[in-house]
């Protein structure tokens, strides 16, 4: 895994608790990087290496920074270190761009209508890729579907209202959950997004089949979104989500029980609790060791490492096929037996 040392440049105060990191692209070798995707951090803090993926809020040849948008989360080490410690000067190690929530497996976009849903922080990937189709002219048409708690929560506001401004093919729907709504604002609506009153408004614009969708939220969003598609008999070909998070069947977990496991890491091996219910990714790093990861939801392959012996078990996988029969990714890898020994090859 190729990685690099970035300067920040800038720290935008998006909202009360969101920040935007500027990083200088570098001299010589400049990072390159599709709208959509993203960049993952690395800090040690107390000794410990944390690592976080963040998906860019800049676009490529549009923004002349590299950009990543970090909302804190209760709780959370890194959102919170970010939000508090990182400063101008500060120097910071990333991996290269992942991801494949872009627009590039996208053919004959130019007569389609781009319809970008999205609540909080999600809106961070959108705008990347709303500013890239604008200012390339990718698409026909772009609307944006946001939803927040109030006014004061949305992030990226003064952006979304200069690219309204800017390009008569983009429109945006604001929804604001904890909100009253007077009747001269028609463009914010109260509540939660509401896709039936959003496509029901756009029918009238696009046909259906020409609409292509990128969703990027709480799991929630995602499902009310996909089932109000499905009933418009939208191709699933045309609905792409971002996901950040699995969900996991508890019934998947009845046959694990807690195990030691092996772990060959850097030509030494580590005997690992694994406890019932944590990945062995989550107890290799619970147990201080320096493993390789990003998304932690079985879509990046970083965390990948072959199955030298016992049994285990993947969970919420999305990439099988890209696997061979004995590699494993370690974020969504349980043990099933009681001699299992990985090694890891990332």
């Known amino acids: 895994m190729i990685t690099y040392t970035l300067k920040v440049v800038e720290v935008r105060k998006e909202t009360i608790d969101t920040v935007t990191i500027c990083f200088k692209q570098p001299g010589l070798?400049?990072?390159?990087?599709?709208?959509?995707?993203?960049?993952?951090?690395?800090f040690r803090i107390n000794s410990r290496r944390y690592?976080?993926?963040?998906?860019?809020?800049?676009?490529?040849?549009?923004?002349?920074?590299?950009?990543?948008?970090?909302?804190?989360?209760p709780g959370g080490i890194i959102s919170n270190h970010i939000n508090d410690r990182v400063a101008v000067g500060d120097i910071v190690e990333v991996m290269e761009p992942l991801g494949d929530f872009t627009l590039s497996k996208?053919?004959?976009?130019?007569e389609a209508h781009l319809v970008l849903w999205g609540a909080g922080s999600g809106i961070t990937p959108l705008l990347s890729i709303a500013k890239f189709a604008l200012h390339n002219e990718v698409c026909d048409h772009i609307t944006l579907v946001y939803g927040n708690k109030n006014s004061e929560s949305v992030i990226f506001s003064d952006q979304i209202?200069?690219?309204?401004?800017?390009?008569?093919?983009?429109?945006?729907?604001?929804?604001?959950?904890q909100l009253f709504i007077s009747a001269n604002n028609p463009g914010v609506i109260?509540?939660?997004?509401?896709?039936?009153?959003?496509?029901?408004?756009?029918?009238?614009?696009?046909?259906?089949?020409?609409?292509?969708?990128?969703?990027?939220?709480?799991?929630?969003?995602?499902?009310?979104?996909?089932?109000?598609?499905?009933?418009?008999?939208?191709?699933e070909?045309?609905?792409y989500t971002e996901d950040f998070e699995t969900v996991k069947d508890p019934k998947e977990f009845e046959s694990i029980t807690t195990q030691n496991v092996e772990v060959v890491f850097d030509n030494t091996t580590y005997n690992v609790e694994v406890v019932k219910g944590k990945s062995i990714l989550e107890a290799g790093l619970d147990s201080l060791l320096d493993l390789t990861y990003s998304c932690q939801t079985g879509n990046c392959l970083v965390c990948k490492a072959k199955l030298l012996s016992g049994a285990a078990k993947m969970i919420g996988v999305s990439k099988k096929d890209e696997l061979s029969e004995d590699e494993y990714l370690l974020c969504c890898s349980y043990p099933i037996s009681n001699n299992v020994k990985v090694l890891v090859t990332n």
């Open 190 to 235: 109260e509540g939660r997004i509401n896709p039936k009153k959003v496509l029901s408004i756009m029918k009238q614009e696009k046909p259906k089949d020409k609409t292509i969708h990128y969703i990027c939220g709480p799991v929630g969003l995602k499902e009310s979104v996909k089932n109000q598609l499905s009933v418009l008999e939208i191709p």
């Open 51 to 73: 690592i976080r993926p963040y998906s860019f809020s800049s676009a490529p040849g549009i923004d002349p920074n590299i950009e990543v948008t970090i909302k804190r989360v």
């Open 29 to 42: 070798k400049k990072i390159k990087y599709l709208s959509g995707q993203y960049l993952t951090l690395i």
């Open 106 to 110: 996208i053919p004959a976009l130019p």
């Open 237 to 239: 070909e045309n609905i």
């Open 161 to 177: 209202e200069l690219l309204q401004s800017k390009f008569k093919n983009f429109s945006v729907f604001h929804f604001h959950s």
